[in-house]
């Protein structure tokens, strides 16, 4: 279950005063190295992942290459709470006709019952992630994210900052994004990378099942 909040700020600059808001929150920060993050995201012909409720995509990062199933659950109260599965593909893994049966705990070929995936769009993310850990447990990841989607001319770039809860009470998680939003003023962003994707790529999937 991934559990997060997600903000919008207003531009480059902006997302870059992210660390100067997070040393005034009551919590430890830990800076991670920036990170090139690439995501082709995937369905099949008839949009099998999507009528189910699940996004599903490729990522390239840090020399490995990873897959994913997401829900497409909306936020409730500005805070997504929805599933999440992922795991490491094999080292020859690079298009999606190779990926192997049974990963994902056959999740995937439980969804897509044998058809073809074929890609949606593509994004590039430049993202840079800082662990927040407090004394009652609560760890959350705080990235600042450049994402980047392109295609001929075409270019939108999107500047949002993450907060992900990765141990702890989500009450905990609330509380860092309400002091967070009072600090900086962001506003919670509206839709997911995937949603925006679509939009970005003129795509529009069958509707829901």
């Not at 659950?73 to 094999?90: F, M, S, T």
């Not at 897509?112 to 995936?117: E, F, I, K, N, Y």
């Not at 003023?185 to 679509?198: I, M, Y």
Request: aromatic residues 8%; hydrophobic residues 40%; neutral net charge.
């Amino acid at each position: 279950m991934e559990i997060e909040v997600k903000f919008q700020a207003r531009d480059a600059e902006d997302l870059e005063r992210l660390p100067a808001y997070l040393a005034a929150l009551p919590v430890e920060v830990h800076i991670g190295d920036r990170e090139r993050v690439t995501d082709l995201y995937l369905d099949t012909g008839d949009w099998r992942l999507f009528r189910a409720g699940y996004a599903c995509r490729m990522r390239w990062r840090g020399g490995h290459r990873w897959l994913g199933l997401k829900g497409l659950d909306p936020p409730r109260d500005g805070v997504v709470r929805r599933a999440e599965y992922e795991c490491r593909l094999p080292a020859g893994v690079r298009e999606p006709a190779e990926i192997p049966p049974g990963v994902l705990d056959g999740y995937l070929d439980a969804l897509r019952r044998g058809a073809a995936l074929r890609p949606l769009f593509e994004l590039l993310q430049l993202r840079k992630p800082h662990l927040l850990r407090r004394a009652d447990g609560l760890v959350v990841e705080a990235s600042a994210d450049e994402v980047r989607f392109e295609e001929g001319d075409r270019r939108v770039v999107l500047h949002q900052v993450e907060l992900e809860l990765k141990a702890g009470p989500e009450e905990g998680l609330h509380e860092l994004a309400r002091l967070l939003a009072r600090s900086s003023g962001w506003k919670r962003a509206l839709g997911s990378k995937f949603e925006q994707g679509l939009l970005f790529a003129g795509l529009q999937p069958l509707p829901l099942a």
